[in-house]
């Protein structure tokens, strides 16, 4: 669904990885010529590390982040982290860069609208994308001609402060510009007082 930046003239690995290693270096530059950055952790044993989050449109900006949802907040690479109840998961993070050092996240954005910041969405049956909706996080799923918004909680997938489900008429995959319309729809009912329905397990 997320077409890549990688411009077409790139054929091999290496000129690959001469791109995104400049893009990373332009990033990390522009960061520090506007940004402070954001200190994440430290996770258990793991120390805190420096983070500058940067939002990128459809058009290739940088953008600061004024606002950064839980959903994008750092996590440690290759680093198991036991929750605080005994008897949960342990959640795996993967996440380039290494702890302790400064990192740029890069969030590819969607468009602008009025109190909501989206991330472009990504996958397939389900489509999936997370942002903020008047300051609060929120998380959309379609799949199988069904939508869903959660928004806010303590836990905005398992346990939201709000959420909404609907079928929809174009059960195949997607376009980016149905999601955000989607994403738009929902806020707009959460903002008219729509009460909350219970959350499908």
Same mark, same amino acid.
């Given at each position: ?10 054929? &091999? ?6 791109? %995104?290693?400049? $893009? ?14 954001? +200190? ?10 420096q983070?500058? %989050?940067?939002? #990128? +449109?459809?058009?290739?900006? $940088?953008?600061?982040?004024?606002? #950064?949802?839980? /959903?994008?907040?750092?996590?440690p ?11 949960? $998961? ?13 990192a740029?996240?890069? #969030?590819?954005l ?5 109190? #909501? ?19 609060? &996080?929120?998380y /959309?799923?379609?799949? &199988?001609?069904?939508w ?6 303590? &836990? ?46």
């Open positions: 669904m997320m077409a890549s930046d990688l411009p077409t003239t790139y054929l &091999d690995y290496a000129d690959a990885f001469k791109f %995104y290693s400049q $893009r990373t270096a332009d990033d990390l530059a522009w960061a520090n010529a506007n940004l402070t950055p954001v +200190n994440d952790g430290p996770w258990d044993d793991v120390p805190s590390a983070v500058y %989050y940067i939002g #990128i +449109n459809a058009v290739g900006e $940088r953008i600061k982040l004024s606002q #950064i949802s839980g /959903f994008w907040r750092y996590k690479s290759n680093v198991e982290l036991a929750g605080s109840d005994a008897s949960s $998961r342990h959640q795996s993070y993967y996440l380039a860069g290494e702890p302790g050092s400064v740029v996240v890069r #969030i590819e969607g468009p602008s609208m009025p109190g #909501i910041l989206i991330e472009r969405p990504k996958g397939s049956q389900p489509v999936q994308s997370t942002g903020l909706i008047d300051g609060k &996080d929120f /959309f799923r379609e799949s &199988d001609g069904f869903s918004l959660s928004v806010g909680g303590a &836990d905005v997938v398992e346990q939201p402060d709000w959420y909404y489900e609907e079928e929809h008429d174009t059960p195949d995959d997607l376009s980016e510009e149905a999601v955000y319309s989607l994403i738009a729809k929902g806020a707009a009912l959460l903002r008219s007082g729509t009460p909350t329905m219970a959350v499908e397990q």
